[in-house]
């Protein structure tokens, strides 16, 4: 089952709230071809919530299956037909006719609820129960800590320019910029920090012109100025970075003091939060080392190195998918739940209460604009699988939908 529309793909791999039974009976009842007890298989499921009943009167009352799907029925069932004659040259049984009018339908009913979910997601989704809170969605804010102490809060419009006597920086349009310090002597442990909170983003070009984009509840500490050796920063969280190639000074990220990456010139993703048992790098482009001081690997573009309790773990990856983040899309490649909502948790600055932890197991792929309200997004998942979602002030609380 997909659903699409504009800003957001789903596709849910079992436990689907609209079920292949269900998916029927709705077909059924929709062309009035239902038999008594299938309505009322059909009734038991329009009364489990009020959202399907709203789901379904919705669809049983508008043109749009007149349209849009009774078109492609008649193309399909065209196609069957032309099948079977090519097949049987001249049959024409009552069998026959019965079994391609059944072959057609087949073929039809896919695209049916396609065509069903579409209409949903054109005209805003079923009216689900789901509180109605103000949770806005994430943006560019952060919160930066100059080597001299001193604590600025940014946002993406805020226009600053702060020289500490040691370096400059200069705030504009989303993006931070530490400008290379001229200063004769600067100590080493000179670190600026910058903390990205829950529902925030940010850009930053370090003084050696490397690009980095922070995600949510993340956090890098770099020094206010370069030395000779390595360019050592420490990450917690996750962040993209594109390295400025220096061939004498290679670019080392410290991950929670569990591991490290160690680059010349090159584009990758890496997800370190203290929270995750794990710790991710995805390469985009180029060569990194990834090592724990023990044991370390090489990795080359849409490869991607996890490592779990002490060990490295390699695997061959669509690098672009872990990075969509930055550009607006979270791709959920066989996500289970749980982690679906802790990364939209982080974003949209929520917490999570699982009425029935059993359904952290369900998964999902597709993709979820990064973007979009954050309503729609769980109305959008309620469709999608036996899950129930009520949000009270700040908390969302995910409870199973019985059978």
Not at 13 to 28: A, G, T, V, Y
Not at 38 to 63: A, K, T, V, Y
Request: charged letters at 30%; proline letters at 2%.
């Amino acid at each position: 089952m997909i659903v699409r529309n504009d800003h957001l793909l789903i596709v849910k791999e079992e436990r689907m709230m609209i079920n292949k039974e269900i998916e029927n009976l709705i077909i059924k009842a929709l062309f009035k071809e239902i038999t008594d007890d299938e309505q009322r298989r059909l009734d038991e499921w329009l009364n489990i919530s009020e959202g399907n009943r709203i789901f379904f009167d919705r669809l049983h009352s508008e043109r749009y299956l007149k349209g849009a799907i009774g078109d492609r029925n008649r193309e399909l069932r065209k196609e069957g037909w032309k099948r079977l004659e090519e097949r049987t040259i001249g049959k024409r049984s009552h069998k026959i006719r019965i079994f391609v009018l059944r072959v057609a339908a087949m073929l039809a009913l896919p695209l049916l609820v396609g065509g069903i979910m579409w209409y949903i997601s054109e005209r805003g989704g079923a009216d689900l129960p789901l509180a109605n809170q103000e949770i806005k969605i994430g943006g560019s804010k952060a919160v930066v800590t100059l080597s001299s102490g001193e604590q600025l809060s940014l946002f993406g419009d805020t226009i600053v320019c702060v020289n500490d006597g040691l370096a400059t920086l200069v705030n504009m349009k989303d993006t931070l910029n530490f400008m290379k310090s001229n200063h004769p002597v600067v100590a080493d442990n000179s670190y600026n920090v910058i903390q990205i909170p829950r529902g925030g983003e940010y850009k930053l070009f370090l003084s050696d012109n490397t690009e980095v984009f922070l995600n949510s509840d993340s956090e890098i500490r770099f020094p206010v100025k370069f030395g000779k050796g390595k360019r050592d920063v420490f990450l917690r969280g996750e962040a993209f970075f594109v390295v400025t190639k220096d061939a004498s000074r290679p670019f080392v990220v410290n991950a929670n003091d569990k591991m490290s990456v160690e680059v010349l010139g090159t584009q990758f993703n890496l997800q370190a939060y203290p929270d995750d048992a794990f710790v991710e790098t995805t390469l985009n482009e180029g060569a990194v080392r990834v090592f724990n001081g023990k044991q370390g690997v090489r990795l080359r573009p849409d490869e991607q190195a996890v490592y779990d309790e002490g060990k490295f773990t390699v695997r061959k990856v669509d690098a672009s998918s872990y990075s969509a983040w930055k550009e607006g899309r979270f791709m959920l490649l066989n996500h289970s739940l749980e982690n679906i909502m802790t990364r939209l948790a982080r974003w949209y600055n929520i917490d999570i209460f699982w009425e029935n932890p059993e359904v952290k197991e369900y998964h999902f792929s597709g993709e979820l604009a990064r973007y979009e309200d954050f309503t729609e997004i769980l109305r959008m998942l309620e469709l999608a699988t036996r899950v129930h979602f009520e949000v009270k002030d700040r908390t969302v609380f995910v409870r199973k939908i019985e059978e």
